[in-house]
Structure formats: structure tokens, C-alpha cells
């Protein structure tokens, strides 16, 4: 069973930054598309960045491009998000996860939250 085990989430005030961490116990990590989700409370769960297997291409939403990286490092089956000019619109649980060209995987880690607040 994929274990997914995300952490970095915190309070940080608008404009500020944080950087996400999502550790997969996945052995065909490499292979594999990679996504970051988030879900604020009452709202669906978002797709906010995907990146591939190789690491290109990479894909935002539109309500994050511009102010998100998503990376990856293979070596350490580890996924990243670095969040910069957060807005309080941006406060959720983020989840890590298989992109949703494949489907995630049926198990999600516990999330990570993140409050934009002054």
C-alpha cells in the first residue's frame, strides 16, 4: 500500500512563503506523475500543480501559476511545492498525490494545512 506523508504546512500571513514536502513510499516513484491537491473547508478538492515522472512537463492551476513551483527529486521519492505570495484564498489541506491522468492512489496521506492569515 502507497503511503504518502506530507508535512511543511503552517500559519503564515499574506504575501509570505512556505515550502511543502510529500514523502512517497511509491517503488516506481520515478515513473510516476506526481500531483499536488488542496481542499479548504466546504469546497471540493483542487488539482494545484502537477509534474512528471522525468520532472517536464509541469502544469498549474490557474488560481496558483505564477506564485507555485512544484519539484520533484527522484533520488528521495520525494514531491515539493513552494508556495510564495500566499493569499488568504490559498488557506486548505494540501495532499500529495498520483496525478489524475493515472488516478490517485485510493489511499491519501493526512495533509498538511496551511492558514493564510494576518
Known amino acids: 500500500q502507497v503511503q504518502l506523508l506530507e508535512s511543511g504546512g503552517g500559519l503564515v500571513q499574506p504575501g509570505g512563503s512556505l515550502k511543502l514536502s510529500c514523502a512517497a513510499s511509491?517503488?516506481?516513484?520515478?515513473?510516476?506523475?506526481m500531483s499536488w491537491y488542496r481542499q479548504a473547508p466546504g469546497n471540493f478538492r483542487e488539482l494545484v500543480a502537477t509534474?512528471?515522472?522525468?520532472?517536464?512537463?509541469?502544469s498549474y492551476s490557474d488560481s496558483v501559476r505564477g506564485r507555485f513551483t512544484i519539484s520533484r527529486d527522484n533520488a528521495k521519492n520525494m514531491v515539493y511545492l513552494q508556495m510564495n505570495s500566499l493569499k488568504s484564498e490559498d488557506t486548505a489541506v494540501y495532499h500529495c498525490?498520483?496525478?489524475?491522468?493515472?488516478?490517485?492512489?485510493?489511499?491519501w496521506g493526512q495533509g498538511t494545512q496551511v492558514t493564510v492569515s494576518s
Open positions: 498525490n498520483r496525478a489524475p491522468s493515472y488516478g490517485p492512489f485510493r489511499s
Open positions: 511509491l517503488s516506481t516513484f520515478r515513473d510516476t506523475a
Open positions: 509534474i512528471t515522472g522525468p520532472g517536464l512537463p509541469i
